[in-house]
């Protein structure tokens, strides 16, 4: 198995997988085909490599919606969605006559009663095997999972959607099979917000899903409450996050450079066009992401000498002995300064964006965002902090971002003021950026009578921080909050109680870098999940791993329907009016 694959959800997904799909056809030792659809394409792709599946006697890797060559002789392996689009497909390669010997099929969660009957009726005598496997989430990450469905964005928060409530069935849905992944019926606790009222719904639907669904499970055993939590919040709980410049690494290189796809396009030293996939398969890229960039520079050389010092020979004598062992290791070497060639490049990138302008709006941003300056003085005056970014040369968006923060620091602003904002942006067209916030329960125009107390935040000023990076993502109060067994009843009501009080040991600071805590010592303790309606920031999922190292007693995972970045949450944000919009599907 891949490095990166051999901890986390990536490895629990790919566990279940050999133990589901993998066992039933390894009963037959013959090679077989298996066929995806695009969602379990990339399913596959996040937790394992064509060679594991190589070694389970599966030989071809072919696309459900393609035309493909018969194989009679041949057994098939269907892993889908449980989608008319996807079942219409399967039965198009048995009607009228038969593609492969016979099916073995895999659905990724509950398969609808008409979508079965329609197979049972066309294709019954080719089908050895039929299950649900109860996995329509991906794993992002080691900690970290999405929806794979950033239009859930549009579809809740438009106001032209017309399948708000079907969409959040859809997340429930898949948010019961990370639960029954993770072996979880977890406690179900949502932010109150009378501004945001998609977290309470979608609460209450995942409850009664998780209860439906470990009654079919096992009815005569029914699963009882783990110590896990799920909390759920929406993205207007933190609008701060996703608009700051982050300098960790992971998080300013998703911003400042273009990478589609995880996939970082870039130019070697020859000018020849190169690419690399930042994956948990890149171990220096799992050492170096949550780092602040200054440690990342810092860093990456130094490893590059290391590298290079471990292939020279100690006596220089070259025996054939000595030969042996280093044509052995040459691909390991090779493998290990390409990476770092790549970190060098990646950045080396962001450093150019953040030399060129990133570095005056930080300040700017963190004054803004933190309500004091680097020393401590309150901002006792926004506007003159926000000034002198306007009337620089900086980009549409960070302008739009600087605005945006200055907004949020007040819970709101006038008319007068917001209008000269867009004008001084130059947005007049495009206001929605702006006035769009309210869709997601955030405070754009500020009422004479509306009065909003800013939410407490943890005391962190004898952390120790960068003077540029001083914000701390809400999330990672809530998460610290949980694991101690303080949150408030009254903000976080419950939906479902987990049986026990949390074993939590004090969530301290991870910048203290406690010592590291393995996967398996955390086996034992709880699990924290925390779900965001509306996308999620890297920031926030570098504070799921920050306080799963800080503390002994609970692994924090966090997931959403897709992860953002800045730019993207923008123009998803503008985007709201648009509409009519079309019906909900799922491809």
């Known amino acids: 198995m891949a490095a990166g694959s051999d901890h986390g959800l990536k490895r629990i997904v790919w566990k279940r997988i050999k133990d589901t799909i993998i066992a039933d056809c390894k009963k037959s030792e013959v090679w077989k085909i298996l066929i995806l659809d695009p969602f379990t394409t990339k399913l596959l792709a996040s937790c394992c490599k064509m060679s ?3 070694e389970e006697r599966i030989t071809i890797v072919e696309d459900l919606y ?5 194989v009679p002789e041949m057994k098939a392996i269907y892993f889908m969605t449980p989608t008319s689009k996807c079942v219409d497909a399967f039965i198009a390669d048995f009607k009228p006559k038969p593609k492969y010997k016979s099916a073995y099929v895999y659905f990724t969660d509950y398969c609808p009663d008409d979508l079965f009957n329609s197979m049972k009726l066309y294709c019954a005598r080719y089908i050895r095997v039929c299950k649900e496997i109860n996995i329509s989430f991906l794993p992002q990450e080691a900690q970290v999972f999405t929806c794979d469905n950033p239009g859930a964005f549009r579809r809740i928060y438009s106001p032209h959607s017309q399948d708000k409530r079907r969409t959040l069935e859809t997340l429930a849905d898949q948010l019961v099979t990370l639960c029954a992944t993770l072996n979880e019926n977890p406690g179900v606790r949502y932010k109150n917000d009378s501004n945001m009222v998609n977290a309470q719904t979608l609460a209450e639907l995942v409850d009664n899903k998780l209860a439906r669904h470990y009654e079919l499970d096992d009815p005569e055993k ?7 939590q799920l909390l759920i919040v929406e993205r207007g709980f933190d609008p701060v996050s996703p608009i700051l410049h982050e300098l960790t690494y992971q998080a300013m290189a998703y911003d400042l450079v273009d990478i589609q796809n995880d996939t970082y396009r870039y130019r070697s030293k020859d000018g020849s066009e190169k690419e690399a996939l930042l994956s948990e398969d890149d171990m220096l890229w799992v050492k170096l992401r949550h780092r602040h960039i200054a440690e990342a520079i810092e860093q990456i050389p130094k490893m590059v000498k290391e590298i290079s010092a471990s292939k020279k020979q100690p006596d220089g004598k070259i025996t054939i002995s000595n030969l042996a062992q280093m044509m052995k290791k040459m691909p390991s070497f090779r493998k290990q300064l390409n990476e770092k060639t790549i970190h060098l490049q990646l950045a080396e990138d962001c450093m150019k964006h953040f030399a060129n302008n990133v570095e005056k709006l930080c300040k700017a941003e963190q004054d803004l965002a933190v309500g004091s300056d680097a020393d401590g003085a309150k901002v006792k005056d926004p506007m003159r902090t926000l000034l002198p970014v306007l009337l620089n040369p900086y980009s549409k968006h960070d302008k739009i971002r600087a605005v945006l923060l200055y907004i949020f620091s007040l819970n709101g602003t006038t ?9 001084h942006v130059k947005i007049e067209d495009e206001r929605e950026f702006i006035l769009n916030w309210k869709e997601l ?9 509306f009065f909003s107390r800013k939410p407490s935040r943890r005391d962190r000023s004898q952390e120790e921080t960068y003077n540029l990076s001083r914000w701390t993502p809400v999330i990672k109060d809530v998460m610290e909050d949980a694991v101690d067994n303080k949150l408030d009843t009254k903000e976080w009501p419950h939906q479902s109680e987990c049986p026990a009080a949390w074993n939590g040991s004090g969530a301290v600071s991870a910048r203290q870098r406690n010592k590291t805590i393995s996967q398996d010592d955390r086996r034992t303790g709880s699990r924290l999940i925390i779900f965001v309606i509306g996308g999620i920031t890297y920031s926030e999922m570098r504070c799921a791993y920050e306080v799963t190292q800080a503390v002994k007693s609970c692994e924090v995972i966090v997931g959403s329907s897709h992860i953002l970045t800045p730019t993207s949450l923008l123009e998803d944000i503008k985007a709201l009016s648009k509409g009519p919009m079309e019906t909900f599907t799922i491809e």
């Open 52 to 54: 594991d599946l190589m």
């Open 441 to 449: 329960g955030v405070s754009i125009i500020s009422s004479p009578s």
């Open 222 to 228: 029914k699963k009882k409450k783990t110590p896990a």
């Open 415 to 423: 008319d007068e003021n917001l209008n000269k904002f867009i004008q």
């Open 66 to 70: 393609k035309s493909r060559e018969p």
